[in-house]
């Protein structure tokens, strides 16, 4: 009888960045949980990491990103903590 033949391709889509936040919480950081919520952290974390690093491959050359605090709060004054303002 013949083994079935396996896709070599099919783990692909497994190595993903959302993935790897996954393995890297539950070995790394031994969180305990279910993958549900596990899921929802790396998630989030990835909806931050696109926040913050946008593709630059859609951009073209010339073109600057800036990121600055959000026009409806006021100036930053001495003594406060700039991570306390959106960007």
């Keep these: ?9 099919e783990s692909i889509p497994k190595r993903s960045f959302r993935n790897a936040i996954v393995q890297l919480l539950e070995e790394s950081y031994k969180i305990l949980g ?3 919520v596990i899921g929802m952290i790396a998630d989030d974390i990835q909806l ?5 690093y ?6 073209r050359f010339g ?7 959000k026009a409806t709060n006021r100036k930053p004054g001495y003594g406060t903590r700039l991570e306390d303002y959106e960007v």
């Design 63 to 69: 073109h600057i990103i800036w990121q600055t605090t």
């Design 48 to 52: 931050l990491h696109k926040e913050f």
């Design 1 to 9: 009888m013949k083994a079935l033949a396996r896709n070599r391709y």
């Design 54 to 59: 946008p593709e630059v491959e859609r951009e």
């Design 34 to 36: 279910s993958y549900k």
